[in-house]
């Protein structure tokens, strides 16, 4: 009577099988030479007709020098262990089950013409423009490095400089709906990375009864787009409403763009031309009236040299952290702490705490104990709440001063409008609502440097008496207890909202958006050795 439907979905399987070889060179035991080499052959790029270029292979080599065996006789007696490595590396990867047949057509349900006959009909799978000759995606890689272990091993460093290139991307990538697809799949882009990597340990206590051996970890990368597809200069990593994070030709991955950034003010000749001035640079203003004043978008302001101006990087400028490591007698502790210094986020609880005025920040100006200004609104009510604006007035603005008379107040700060008695002091609330509203805010108030040093871990741990464990049947019996994200110990964040707390992990990611807190964890373990 009611007969059951039944679906399937496809599998979502892959299958990759690999040849791999490898071949060393040695010479006296101190240089030695490496070759190695992969073919892989992956379904991801089988098209449905069997074709396809998913066979692939990729070589690599390198090249290690101990030299501290080399010069034995002639070096210092502090080098222990010394050595220099390169290798030059190429890897291939391919892509996601069923990616390679985008834009295969499926039938629809059949319907009936006016003649009562059964059409079927076939549409895409999805509206991306399907592409029969993927390759699979390369990456050359070159690495320089640095081993070194001095002072009966109680000094040593890793010092490692990379650089590699990553082409034939495998990219959904955007295009006009005109041509009758929201996206294309395309092998394209060429991405540069270089950067440093320094790890570097010393012990500088070792005693019988109390050791401390200290760890640091030093990474800088720096990401550069050399192209990208269909000729573009740009493309859009994410953002949100009046901000993007974009990768642009010949600049740094990631960099973030605001149309709903701040105005700069632009002299300009009567021609319209620009000029130079003083005021070049300052944040533009708008004139709501003589007691309202806020900030011009970027994006409305016409006399602007750029309508999305460039207010940062999502990338960090380096990350770091430090692990120190303490023992006496039978107890341990680590200790380590996290860092990240540079790259931009935009935090959603920031703006939305300013512009209902529920954060820290916006306590300036609520009154004079907190920086407001005193004076007579409309109603001829005296307030304590008035900000003035750090800014000049638009070209063009002209107000009905609080003398009843028309003013031309373009080019003025608010600061000389407000000393001449042509305007009010903004009331803090207005000021803050304005900043961050919808129709008129400056997103970029919300974006700012996420800066840190987190006190990442701790742990305590106790080595019980041989004789306590040995009743377990044990060679060794240890209890520790250990702290996870304790604390930040620097901050740089807005009203010091969680900086990790970002809603992706991709590569675009760069918005706070729930306002979770920085979560603390502890525990406790006991761990036994046979």
């Known amino acids: ?49 069997g074709h396809g270029k998913f066979s692939y292979f990729y070589p690599g080599v390198d090249l290690a020098w101990v030299f501290t065996d080399s010069f034995k006789s002639v070096l ?222 970027a994006v409305n302001y016409a006399q602007g040299l750029d309508k999305s101006p460039v207010v940062g990087s999502i990338l960090p400028k380096f990350m770091g952290s430090w692990r120190n490591n303490f023992r006496y007698k039978a107890f341990s502790m680590n200790v380590m702490l996290d860092s990240k210094f540079g790259g931009k986020i935009f935090s959603t609880t920031t703006d939305l705490g300013q512009w209902l005025g529920n954060t820290k920040s916006t306590l300036f100006g609520r009154n004079t104990a907190t920086g407001g200004l005193t004076y007579t609104n409309n109603d001829g009510v005296e307030m304590t709440d008035g900000i003035i604006a750090d800014g000049v007035y638009k070209q063009g603005t002209i107000v009905i001063g609080l003398d009843k008379q028309s003013h031309d107040i373009s080019g003025m700060t608010h600061q000389e409008a407000y000393d001449q008695g042509i305007v009010r002091p903004t009331r803090a609330l207005a000021h803050y609502a304005n900043g961050h509203s919808w129709g008129v805010g400056i997103r970029e108030d919300a974006i700012f440097t996420s800066s840190w040093v987190s006190l990442q871990q701790v742990s305590i741990a106790y080595d019980l008496p041989k004789n306590v464990a040995n009743k377990f049947l044990l060679n060794g019996l240890t209890a520790s207890i250990t702290g996870n994200n304790l604390l930040y110990l620097y901050n740089s964040a807005k009203d010091k909202v969680n900086p990790m707390n970002l809603n992706s992990t991709g590569s675009g990611a760069m918005i706070e958006s729930s306002g979770m807190p920085y979560i603390r964890s502890m525990g406790f373990s006991i761990n036994g050795s046979f």
Do not use: C, H
């Open 76 to 297: 210092p007696t502090a080098f222990d262990y010394g050595k220099l490595r390169m290798s030059y590396v190429i890897s291939r990867n391919s892509t996601n089950a069923y990616t390679a047949n985008t834009g295969a057509y499926q039938a629809n349900s059949p319907y009936i013409d006016a003649d009562g006959n059964s059409v079927i009909s076939y549409q895409y799978q999805s509206n991306t423009l399907p592409n029969q000759t993927l390759e699979p995606e390369r990456t050359n890689k070159f690495e320089a490095g640095l081993e070194l272990k001095i002072f009966r091993n109680r000094v040593g460093a890793d010092i490692t400089y990379y650089t590699q290139d990553t082409k034939n991307q495998i990219i959904s990538f955007g295009v006009p709906n005109s041509s009758g697809v929201d996206r294309s799949l395309v092998n394209a882009g060429v991405v540069r990375n270089r950067g440093i990597e320094v790890q570097l340990y010393t012990t500088p206590i070792k005693g019988e009864n109390f050791s401390w051996t200290t760890f640091f970890n030093y990474t800088r990368n720096r990401n550069t787009v050399l192209s990208l597809p269909f000729g573009l200069k740009y493309t859009s990593l994410g953002g949100g409403d009046g901000f993007e994070a974009i990768a642009k030709v010949g600049g740094e991955y990631g960099t973030i763009i605001a149309p709903y950034g701040y105005a700069k003010y632009q002299a300009t000749a009567a021609d319209g031309s620009p000029i130079e001035s003083p005021l070049n640079g300052k944040r533009v203003l708008i004139a709501g009236s003589n007691s309202s004043t806020y900030f011009a978008r």
């Open 1 to 49: 009577k009611n007969p059951v439907s039944i679906s399937e979905r496809p599998p979502y399987q892959t299958q990759l099988s690999s040849l791999f070889y490898q071949g060393s060179l040695a010479f006296r035991n101190y240089l030695t030479l490496n070759v190695y080499g992969r073919n892989d052959w992956n379904s991801t790029l089988v098209y449905n007709d």
